[in-house]
């Protein structure tokens, strides 16, 4: 074992030691990923009544659903007044996740950051293929999930498929903002959830502060610097045909969402 293993499994020994001296999450993020919800965790970790754990995206509500002690164990040690936070975007569409977070923070507060699904799908697919691990084309990949979205049949295998972080439906699943919003608000108080959109925060970071401060609880801030979220240099498109499939898919998801939230979307 290298002096590096060793450093970090002392590390996780004691953080799990010391885990009931620990805060739990104050708030979570779920989601959606690719939407500057990186950029907005640290946007909150800039106020002086925020502290930060070992890590942004802990997924203990997957990896861990019932251990209150994996919940705390990656958070500061509840010294003085603070908050603190889960911002794991993988919480946003697996089936479990809304009910495993409820059952050990009932009543922390939920922030979501949605972006237009197109733009999303699509970010998300070049993230994968960066990294090695998509090497389907994306027009083809699109085709497959609008198919297995749009056929009740396969809701079971959809619900079982989206346990896994890396899915046949993920880039299009993802973009169903309001089904996914729904779940979560079995689970939780509407009074503590607050929908965000991504472009807003890329535009206007100052004002998300606000409002993010706001909702929190925490007394207005202002920082020297804003963190703003940008999706990479890339001015590549997606193919045409997945962008007239992905439009049209997302069409009457999206007008649900704009009824659900009582206001238009900067998207659509």
């Not at 002690?69 to 889960?86: K, V």
Request: net charge positive; glycine share 4%.
């Amino acid at each position: 074992m290298s002096h590096t293993d060793i450093q970090r499994e002392a590390s996780k020994i004691w953080r799990l030691a010391t885990a009931p001296l620990r805060r739990l999450p104050d708030f979570l993020i779920p989601g959606a990923p690719k939407c500057g919800t990186s950029s907005l965790f640290d946007l909150i970790m800039l106020h002086p009544e925020a502290r930060r754990g070992l890590r942004k995206e802990p997924t203990n509500f997957i990896h861990y659903p019932t251990s209150v002690l994996r919940s705390r164990m990656n958070q500061p040690l509840a010294l003085g007044r603070f908050l603190c936070g889960d911002g794991s975007v993988e919480y946003f569409f697996h089936p479990d996740a809304p009910a495993n977070a409820a059952a050990i923070v009932p009543n922390a507060k939920l922030i979501f950051l949605l972006r237009d699904p197109v733009e999303r799908a699509w970010s998300e697919y070049r993230m994968f293929v960066k990294s090695g691990h998509e090497r389907a084309d994306f027009t083809a990949s699109i085709q497959k999930a609008v198919q297995w979205l749009s056929n009740p049949d396969l809701q079971p295998l959809v619900e079982s498929a989206s346990k896994n972080s890396f899915n046949p439906v993920r880039y299009v699943r993802c973009g169903m903002y309001a089904q996914l919003l729904t779940a979560w608000e079995r689970s939780f108080s509407k009074n503590n959830t607050l929908v965000l959109f991504a472009e807003d925060f890329f535009s206007s970071p100052s004002e998300t502060a606000k409002q993010v401060y706001s909702f929190l609880g925490l007394r207005p801030h202002v920082a020297d610097s804003w963190p703003h979220a940008r999706d990479g240099d890339s001015k590549e498109q997606p193919p045409r045909e997945a962008l007239q499939l992905l439009s049209e898919f997302y069409r009457p998801h999206n007008e649900h969402l704009s009824r659900m939230l009582g206001k238009p979307l900067p998207w659509h």
